[in-house]
């Protein structure tokens, strides 16, 4: 699904108008009917819960007009307080007429102010994408109120105060909702970990935007979710035989990490690779073969460290990083690959991207297409800039890919994949229980397979594996529950997160 900025979102209501020939306040009564089906079949709220629906004096307070009419003819009770305004939207307006006279409206003052016992629902329909500054005076107070009460919020289109696609200043009055129903697309707000407590949990409710300006419109984000993946996973091939999906390199593992080179073996093996070599140090020799007999052992003749690369010819692509420590010697090493691959597949991870963070000059040296895996910290190292706040790393992490012509898997919820042309894609699957030890390992493992099928552009074996690791983890989940879940859980569900996308 493409991320449209609040500006593109407004094109695309005017092109909807004109493409259905729909007038605005009928797309205002399909929104508002979508909400209201949500809430109907999703919440489920008693006739004697207490509805209040908090309006402003725009389009989104438009919305909240027609869902209290939808209510009331449902049956239930709702009560609307109006933000008092000197201009109301011509479709605020309509809809404030085709209000039933029964339905309760109070404008709001600092003295009126609902009274919202727990358990109330609120709809908070104050400002949606027309916000043009925070929220200050009596709006700014009406959220505070919001915020002290027990009422379960739902955030119609986007939490008040919250601006869509920019940050807003610290400590604006924003709403906290439990649940935010957005239109078509989904913002790119509420994929950012510093707006998860005033979004909560999400969810686009389609309203039938014209999806050929969708289509054709340009975008610089991306949110990826099976649908978007759909027939980019080819199936193999009755007479395919190991050449077609590639023969990997991995370097990986230390005296006391050898578990890291491990677990992106056995992930490399899960993500379908045709063949796998491993160089790990001298005592990881018997770890390795014993742990994944199908790949190929190659000891350094270092017992603790990898301290020489071997002959690079035979391979498709090759991975660098977990668990190999920071030498001097592997830094050699990493110098070493970096200059005899120009044009070999890269994955690079963990203490490779600590030794590039420390050895700058060797950024210059990465091969284009090359995939960087860092989690926050290791991408600031990267940088060697601490970013201000998740936009500001956002746009690191477009102009660091411009720079070194590279895709990079920044790590998180909602794991952001940048590209060398500046546009960025957000993972959907994934789940806390992945935040913990090896599960890095495990997506370059699985990464390093995608990279050497040949059949995959760089962007869509990136796209994949961030994609089906999540799903891994998810499909784990349900069987260990996500605190019991731990790396190699996410190792036994490459093969079928995988499957899902051949088959879907
Ligand atoms: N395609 C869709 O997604 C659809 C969306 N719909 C809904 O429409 C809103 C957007 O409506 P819009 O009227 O553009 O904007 P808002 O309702 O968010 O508010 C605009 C008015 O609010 C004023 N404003 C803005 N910021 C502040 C502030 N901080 N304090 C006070 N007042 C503010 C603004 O005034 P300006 O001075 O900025 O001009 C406007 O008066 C969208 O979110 C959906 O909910 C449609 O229903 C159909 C489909
Ligand atoms: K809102």
Same mark, same amino acid.
């Given at each position: 699904?493409?991320?449209?900025?609040?500006?593109?979102?407004?094109?695309?209501?005017?092109?909807?108008?004109?493409?259905?020939?729909?007038?605005?306040?009928?797309?205002?009564?399909?929104?508002?009917?979508?909400?209201?089906?949500?809430?109907?079949?999703?919440?489920?709220?008693?006739?004697?819960?207490?509805?209040?629906?908090?309006?402003?004096?725009?389009?989104?307070?438009?919305?909240?007009?027609?869902?209290?009419?939808?209510?009331?003819?449902?049956?239930?009770?709702?009560?609307?307080?109006?933000?008092?305004?000197?201009?109301?939207?011509?479709?605020?307006?309509?809809?404030?007429?085709?209000?039933?006279?029964?339905?309760?409206?109070?404008?709001?003052?600092?003295?009126?102010?609902?009274?919202?016992?727990?358990?109330?629902?609120?709809?908070?329909?104050?400002?949606?994408?027309? =916000? *043009?500054?925070? $929220?200050?005076? %009596? !709006?700014?107070?009406?959220? /505070?109120?919001?915020?002290?009460? &027990?009422?379960?919020? @739902?955030?119609?289109?986007?939490?008040?105060?919250?601006?869509?696609?920019?940050?807003?200043?610290?400590?604006?009055?924003?709403?906290?909702?439990?649940?935010? =129903? *957005?239109?078509? $697309?989904?913002? %790119? !707000?509420?994929?950012?970990? /510093?707006?998860?407590?005033?979004? &909560?949990?999400?969810? @686009?409710?389609?309203?039938?935007?014209?999806?050929?300006?969708?289509?054709?419109?340009?975008?610089?984000?991306?949110?990826?979710?099976?649908?978007?993946?759909?027939?980019?996973?080819?199936?193999?091939?009755?007479?395919?035989?190991?050449?077609?999906?590639?023969?990997?390199?991995?370097?990986?593992?230390?005296?006391?990490?050898?578990?890291?080179?491990?677990?992106?073996?056995?992930?490399?093996?899960?993500?379908?690779?045709?063949?796998?070599?491993?160089?790990?140090?001298?005592?990881?020799?018997?770890?390795?073969?014993?742990?994944?007999?199908?790949?190929?052992?190659?000891?350094?003749?270092?017992?603790?460290?990898?301290?020489?690369?071997?002959?690079?010819?035979?391979?498709?692509?090759?991975?660098?990083?977990?668990?190999?420590?920071?030498?001097?010697?592997?830094?050699?090493?990493?110098?070493?690959?970096?200059?005899?691959?120009?044009?070999?597949?890269?994955?690079?991870?963990?203490?490779?991207?600590?030794?590039?963070?420390?050895?700058?000059?060797?950024?210059?040296?990465?091969?284009?297409?090359?995939?960087?895996?860092?989690?926050?910290?290791?991408?600031?190292?990267?940088?060697?800039?601490?970013?201000?706040?998740?936009?500001?790393?956002?746009?690191?992490?477009?102009?660091?890919?411009?720079?070194?012509?590279?895709?990079?898997?920044?790590?998180?919820?909602?794991?952001?994949?940048?590209?060398?042309?500046?546009?960025?894609?957000?993972?959907?699957?994934?789940?806390?229980?992945?935040?913990?030890?090896?599960?890095?390992?495990?997506?370059?493992?699985?990464?390093?397979?995608?990279?050497?099928?040949?059949?995959?552009?760089?962007?869509?074996?990136?796209?994949?594996?961030?994609?089906?690791?999540?799903?891994?983890?998810?499909?784990?989940?349900?069987?260990?529950?996500?605190?019991?879940?731990?790396?190699?859980?996410?190792?036994?569900?490459?093969?079928?997160?995988?499957?899902?996308?051949?088959?879907?």
């Amino acid at each position: 699904m493409k991320i449209l900025p609040a500006r593109q979102t407004r094109a695309l209501d005017q092109a909807t108008l004109q493409a259905q020939r729909i007038s605005s306040d009928a797309l205002m009564e399909r929104a508002a009917t979508a909400c209201t089906t949500w809430l109907l079949d999703e919440l489920q709220p008693a006739f004697t819960t207490p509805l209040h629906i908090l309006c402003g004096p725009g389009n989104n307070g438009g919305d909240g007009l027609a869902i209290a009419r939808q209510l009331h003819a449902a049956g239930y009770s709702p009560q609307i307080w109006l933000l008092p305004s000197d201009r109301y939207s011509s479709d605020f307006l309509l809809n404030r007429q085709r209000l039933p006279p029964q339905v309760p409206c109070t404008e709001l003052s600092a003295d009126s102010l609902p009274a919202l016992p727990a358990g109330a629902v609120v709809l908070d329909a104050l400002f949606g994408t027309g =916000l *043009s500054r925070p $929220l200050q005076g %009596l !709006a700014a107070r009406v959220v /505070q109120h919001l915020s002290q009460s &027990g009422a379960v919020v @739902v955030a119609i289109d986007v939490p008040s105060g919250l601006f869509a696609d920019a940050p807003q200043p610290a400590d604006s009055a924003v709403v906290r909702a439990r649940y935010t =129903l *957005s239109f078509e $697309l989904p913002k %790119l !707000a509420f994929l950012l970990p /510093q707006n998860a407590a005033f979004v &909560g949990e999400w969810t @686009v409710l389609p309203i039938g935007l014209d999806a050929n300006f969708i289509h054709n419109e340009p975008v610089d984000n991306y949110f990826v979710d099976a649908g978007f993946l759909r027939r980019k996973l080819p199936r193999r091939e009755k007479f395919s035989h190991k050449g077609t999906f590639g023969h990997a390199l991995l370097l990986a593992g230390s005296y006391g990490k050898m578990g890291a080179a491990v677990l992106a073996a056995q992930a490399c093996l899960r993500g379908g690779v045709g063949l796998l070599t491993v160089r790990i140090p001298a005592a990881g020799y018997d770890i390795l073969q014993i742990s994944a007999p199908e790949a190929m052992a190659l000891p350094d003749p270092a017992r603790e460290f990898l301290t020489e690369l071997p002959e690079l010819q035979p391979y498709a692509a090759v991975g660098m990083g977990p668990g190999l420590g920071q030498e001097a010697a592997t830094a050699a090493v990493l110098r070493q690959l970096l200059h005899r691959t120009p044009h070999l597949p890269l994955v690079l991870d963990a203490d490779a991207l600590n030794l590039l963070a420390t050895h700058r000059d060797l950024l210059a040296l990465l091969p284009p297409d090359s995939l960087l895996t860092p989690h926050p910290k290791e991408f600031e190292r990267l940088t060697g800039e601490p970013a201000r706040d998740d936009y500001h790393r956002l746009e690191q992490l477009r102009a660091f890919c411009g720079q070194h012509r590279c895709y990079c898997v920044l790590k998180g919820a909602y794991t952001a994949l940048g590209t060398p042309e500046g546009a960025v894609y957000f993972n959907s699957t994934g789940n806390p229980g992945m935040a913990s030890g090896g599960s890095g390992d495990v997506l370059t493992g699985l990464l390093l397979a995608l990279r050497a099928d040949r059949r995959l552009s760089p962007l869509d074996a990136a796209l994949l594996g961030v994609f089906a690791h999540g799903r891994a983890g998810d499909l784990a989940a349900a069987q260990t529950g996500e605190a019991g879940l731990v790396a190699s859980d996410l190792v036994r569900f490459i093969g079928p997160a995988l499957q899902e996308l051949v088959d879907g």
